[in-house]
């Protein structure tokens, strides 16, 4: 199938459908890279097919994806850039690292606000869920209905703030667990020194030499 310059579209929308319903992925790649070679700047496509390789597990080339669709977003500042800061997210978090950053920036995006139109997360919340916490997932899934719904905005960043203020306490907490360890980890050694000085002493009174018995003296002979 031939395509020209101004129907790059075409193959992108092509691709989702291949991908999402057809469950073809390998035709799915190849329709995105023709979208991406009739129009190389475009971020929505850049945008998806970063998400395409994130739910084929390609992780570095996802992220690779991301940072290229992001590039090409920010000029923008609309839904493509907070579907991308999401995606991060996720990624992030699937990859174990953190997410905060992401979710930073779009809560800018969202704070902002932009016009909204549609994008399914069905999938990409579908296999974030099979990798991160329900927590996690619970505050993915908020943001995902702020991005496309305005009013589900407050929603999701006092989710985000509540994870953030239960991250705090948490490292508020954690040097008294380090410091009772420590205490104890010292008494240890104490009782373990003292026990072993005991022993030492004891081993030494058991080994000490016997004292020298004096010497007989050998009763000279008299002379004849």
């Known amino acids: 199938m031939l395509f020209r310059s101004k129907d790059a579209d075409y193959p992108g929308a092509l691709a989702n459908f291949q991908t999402n319903v057809q469950g073809n992925h390998d035709e799915a ?34 992220a690779a994806k991301l940072e290229e669709a992001k590039g090409l977003s920010n000029k923008q500042k609309g839904q493509a850039t907070a579907e991308i800061a999401l995606l991060e997210a996720i990624l992030a978090r699937v990859t174990k690292k953190d997410d905060t950053i992401a979710l930073e920036e779009l809560r800018n995006f969202l ?22 916490s329900a927590e996690d997932h619970t505050l993915y899934c908020a943001f995902a209905e702020a991005i496309l719904d305005e009013k589900k905005v407050a929603a999701a960043l006092a989710l985000l703030d509540q994870r953030s203020a239960t991250a705090a306490a948490a490292t508020t907490a954690k040097p008294k667990r380090k410091k009772t360890t420590a ?3 010292a008494s240890k050694k104490t009782a373990a020194k003292k026990t072993t000085a005991k022993k030492t002493a004891g081993k030494g009174s058991k080994q000490r030499p016997p004292a020298n018995k004096p010497r007989r003296k050998t009763p000279k002979k008299k002379g004849k």
Do not use: C, I, M
Not at 33 to 62: C, I, M, S, V, W
Not at 111 to 132: K, P
């Open 111 to 132: 704070s902002d606000g932009f016009t909204r139109g549609s994008f399914d997360f069905t999938n990409v919340l579908s296999y974030a869920q099979e990798h991160v």
């Open 29 to 62: 790649e190849r329709l995105y890279r023709k979208a991406l070679e009739l129009d190389p700047k475009h971020a929505n496509h850049t945008g998806n097919y970063a998400e395409f390789l994130l739910l084929r597990g390609r992780h570095e080339e996802a």
């Open 183 to 185: 205490k104890k980890s």
